[in-house]
Every structure is written in C-alpha cells, then in structure tokens.
C-alpha cells in the first residue's frame, strides 16, 4: 500500500520518500548519531496506528537495504580489501511536507535560490522561490564559490531576492577538520569580496550570516547563536569592525530569533506593510 523513492542527494546523503495511505512523521530515527553504535530499530513516537505502521515499513524496509548492500559487488570489493561494508541506510528526520505561503504572496518579492545542497533547495522551493543549478556547484568544500557568487550578482539584476548558501563549513565542521574550515572561511572571503564589489551598494542589501552553529570541538549542530551582518543603503552602523560570534555580540542588531530575520530584510527594501495609521 506504500511506494518509497530513493535518491542520493550530496556525499552520503539521500532522500527516501514514502507515498501512501496511514503514514506518520512520528516515528524515531534508526541513525544512532555515534560512531560505532549500532543501528536503531525505528519506533512510533506516539499511540497511533499510522505511526505504527510507518515504523513497521521503515525497519522492513532497513532489512531490505541491507540484504541488498550486503551483496553489492562493491561491498563485496570492499570486504576483500579488508575494509569494512556500507552495508546500512540510517533513516532520521522524518517529516511531511508542509504548506507554505511563497514569498511573493508573503512580500510580493522574486526571490531566487542559489545552493547545491538539496535540502536547502527543497526548502527554497517549497518557498516559491526559484531554483538555479551552477555548474561546478556541488554542496562540498570543494564546491566552485566564484562561480556561485557570479550567479548571484547575476540573479540580482532582475529579481529582489538571492538567497547564496554554502555547506562547506558545516561539512568540514561535523568532519571536526579545523584547517579544513579555515580554508573553507577563506574563500568564503573571497567570493564575498567578488559580491561586494559587483553590485551596488547604493541600492543593494546584502546580509550575511549562518543557519545553524556546527561545533568543530563536538561535531555536531549545537544551540549557539550565530553572527549577523547587513550593509547597504541607510543601516545604521555600529562599532563592530570584523564578522564572527564573539564581535557580533556587540552588534546594534542585538540577538535576534532566526525568524526575525525576513522582516527585518524586506523592511529595508521596502516590503512589509505598515500596521495601524
């Protein structure tokens, strides 16, 4: 009674879709998120029949993958040069699409999605936003930043949003590669200097800052805040002269909650709607 898709994404990442009658996003994860443990079977995580049965799908089909990585040619390369199988698929993050006001009904803004991480895509689409794939763009830290960083000025010409990410950061984070993340910043640095110097400042707003804190020390996302920047015409200036989170926490924009951040954007460029009088 249920399909299921399978795509690989970026690197080890991949989507599985499941299409059907009675399923549920409440179900656990089967990725222990330990080195070394070993897989969880996947459980309802509340009383109900559709969270029943999605666990019961999701672990049979966990079997299944298995059986069939167990007898991959690759695999079996792999065993023969003593290294060890890839012989799971973890499952975490279970969820259902939900419905969601485009930006242009929200804002009446074009906005446009610059990024090769397909999650981000993902939530950029269900946004309304559009989607541009680059060439050279991969979602690693290998990822060609220039040529993302031309698209962007590019898209900017003729729509009012452009959304630029990069993963490079948080891949060389959750790896715990410090010099990695280092070079990684660097050539952030360069391609935000390619920004910066290809657009008009005079009537552009660019704001730079991070979704999420991924620790090189632990490997994993954590709760921390992250540092926000936005220059262009008319934003007050304050003392802060270089971009990271102890400088930012001097900032005139104070802490801000992440959902905060759209309304302050198109406040600036002139797209939000006046309350009262």
């Known amino acids: 009674s249920v399909k299921f898709l399978f795509a690989n994404t970026v690197q080890h990442r991949a989507v599985l879709v499941l299409r059907g009658s009675k399923l549920s996003r409440a179900v656990s994860d089967s990725d222990p998120g330990v080195t070394g443990e070993k897989v969880l079977e996947v459980k309802p995580l509340e009383d109900s029949s559709e969270a029943r049965h999605t666990a019961k799908i999701l672990n049979e089909l966990m079997e299944k993958f298995h059986k069939v990585l167990k007898e991959h040619p690759i695999n079996k390369e792999r065993v023969a040069r003593g290294l060890p199988p890839a012989n ?3 499952v975490r993050g279970a ?7 485009p930006l242009s009904e929200i804002y009446s803004v074009e906005a446009v999605c610059v990024a090769a991480t397909s999650l981000i895509r993902g939530v950029c689409k269900a946004a309304g936003m559009q989607l541009l794939t680059i060439k050279g763009a991969t979602g690693t830290p ?13 898209a900017l010409k003729e729509n009012d949003l452009v959304l630029l990410h990069v993963k490079a950061p948080d891949v060389a984070s959750h790896d715990g590669n410090v010099r990695q993340k280092v070079e990684v910043i660097e050539k952030i640095d360069r391609m935000l200097s390619y920004i910066l110097n290809k657009v008009d400042l005079g009537e552009t707003y660019v704001a730079l800052t991070a979704d999420h804190t991924t620790s090189c020390v ?14 262009g015409p008319y934003v007050r200036s ?3 002269e270089e971009f990271g989170e102890r400088a930012c926490t001097k900032g ?3 802490r801000l909650r992440g959902k905060d951040l759209m309304p302050i954007l198109m406040n600036f460029i002139g797209k939000v709607k006046k309350f009262g009088a």
């Open 88 to 90: 799971a698929i973890l």
């Open 95 to 101: 969820g259902i699409l939900p419905k969601i006001r």
């Open 142 to 154: 290998q990822t060609d930043y220039i040529a993302k960083a031309k698209a962007a000025v590019q």
């Open 218 to 231: 632990t490997g994993n996302h954590e709760g921390d805040p992250v540092p926000v920047a936005i220059t």
């Open 238 to 240: 304050d003392d802060v």
């Open 252 to 254: 005139g924009l104070g």
